[in-house]
C-alpha cells in the first residue's frame, strides 16, 4: 500500500545501528553487554517513554508466560520491556524494515532473543495465526493508520477471547484546531490520522472489545518532557536520545508535538480493552 510505503520511508534511517551503537559507545555504555535499560532513551518512540510502557503493561495485567503481540514495535523497547520485566513471550511486527532489523539486532545484544522476535508485517494484513496472543499492544501506532477499523479487527483476531488489547494513542481532542506539522510521526497530513477519542470507543467496540480503563497521559508526558528539557539546559543533549533517529528534524518536530499537547490540541490516551 502507497500509505505504508510512505509511512516506512519516514522512519527510515539508513543507517540507524551504526548511529544508536556509536551514541552508545559516547554514552560510555559497552554495546556487547546491554541490558533492555540501556536503550530507553532511543528505543520508546512515544509520549511519556519508558514509563508510559510501564503503566500499560500493568494495566493489562502482563504476567510470565503471557503471549504478547506488539502492533508497529519500532526498534523494540516496548518489546524488550515485556519480556524482560514481566516475563513474556512477545513478537513485534512492523512495516519499516530497518525498524525491524536494528529491533532484532538490538534484542540480540540485550540476551532477549528466546524471549522476543519481530518481523516485517502490516497491521492490517497479520501473518500469525488467529487467537494466538494473550495481549495485544498498538503504541503510537494509529496515527499513521488510515483504516482503523481493519486494524482494530486484526487486533481482535490475533487475540483469545478475554484476550487484552492495549492501545495507546495520540488523540485529537479539539479537531477544530489543525496539527502543526512536522510531527514526529508525519510530515504532513498525507500519513497523519488522528482522530477524536470518541472515534476509538466506537471502532473498539465494533471490532468486539468491550472498553475498560481509558487513561489520558497528558500529564505524565508534560512533567517528563519538562524534565528533559532542563536536564538538557544544564547538561546539554545527551548522545543517546530521539535525535539520532530523526537527526536534524528532531527540534521542530518534538517542539510541535509538545506545543500541541501542551494546549490541549492532542493527549496521548490509552485504551485498555478486552476481547469478547
Same mark, same amino acid.
Given at each position: ?5 510512505? &509511512? #516506512? ?12 551503537? %556509536?551514541?552508545?559507545?559516547? =554514552?560510555?555504555? %559497552? ?18 517513554? *519508558? ?8 494495566? *493489562? ?12 514495535? @519500532?526498534? @523494540? ?13 512477545? !513478537? ?9 532489523? &536494528? #529491533? ?8 532477549? =532473543? ?9 497491521? *492490517?494484513?497479520?501473518?500469525? #495465526?488467529? @487467537?494466538?496472543? %494473550? ?9 499513521? &493508520? ?10 481482535? /483476531? ?7 488489547? @492495549? ?10 484546531? $489543525? ?8 510530515? =504532513?497530513?498525507? !500519513?497523519?490520522?488522528?482522530?477524536? $477519542?470518541?472515534?476509538? /470507543? ?14 489520558? /497521559? =497528558?500529564? *505524565? #508526558? ?16 545527551? $548522545? ?27 493527549? $496521548? ?8
Amino acid at each position: 500500500m502507497a500509505i505504508e510505503q510512505d &509511512v #516506512a520511508q519516514h522512519y527510515t534511517h539508513g543507517a540507524l545501528e551504526r548511529a544508536i551503537l %556509536d551514541a552508545l559507545a559516547a =554514552s560510555g555504555r %559497552d554495546a556487547k553487554r546491554l541490558t533492555a535499560a540501556d536503550l530507553a532513551e532511543i528505543d520508546e518512540l512515544h509520549l511519556g517513554w *519508558l514509563a508510559a510502557t510501564a503503566e500499560l503493561a500493568k494495566a *493489562l495485567g502482563l504476567a510470565p508466560g503471557m503471549r504478547v503481540l506488539d502492533i508497529g514495535s @519500532g526498534l @523494540g523497547g516496548p518489546a524488550r520491556y515485556f519480556a524482560d520485566a514481566h516475563g513474556c513471550q512477545v !513478537t513485534g511486527i512492523d512495516i519499516t524494515p530497518e525498524f525491524v532489523a &536494528v #529491533a532484532a539486532a538490538l534484542t540480540r545484544r540485550c540476551g532477549l =532473543s528466546g524471549k522476543v522476535g519481530f518481523l516485517k508485517a502490516s497491521a *492490517l494484513a497479520i501473518p500469525l #495465526a488467529s @487467537g494466538s496472543f %494473550d495481549a495485544v499492544t498498538l503504541i503510537h501506532v494509529g496515527m499513521n &493508520v488510515a483504516d482503523k477499523p481493519r486494524l482494530f479487527a486484526e487486533a481482535r /483476531r490475533m487475540l483469545r477471547p478475554g484476550g487484552r488489547l @492495549g492501545a495507546y494513542d495520540i488523540v485529537h481532542v479539539k479537531p477544530e484546531e $489543525p496539527l502543526p506539522y512536522p510531527m514526529p510521526w508525519a510530515d =504532513s497530513r498525507a !500519513t497523519s490520522f488522528v482522530e477524536a $477519542p470518541e472515534s476509538y /470507543r466506537r471502532l473498539l467496540a465494533e471490532a468486539g472489545f468491550t472498553l475498560e480503563r481509558e487513561e489520558d /497521559r =497528558s500529564e *505524565l #508526558a508534560l512533567r517528563l518532557g519538562r524534565e528533559m528539557r532542563e536536564q538538557a539546559a544544564q547538561h546539554g543533549a545527551p $548522545p543517546l536520545g530521539l535525535h539520532v533517529l530523526m537527526g536534524n528534524a528532531t527540534q521542530q518536530r518534538v517542539g510541535n508535538v509538545m506545543e500541541a499537547l501542551g494546549r490541549g490540541i492532542i493527549a $496521548p490516551v490509552a485504551f485498555i480493552a478486552r476481547a469478547a
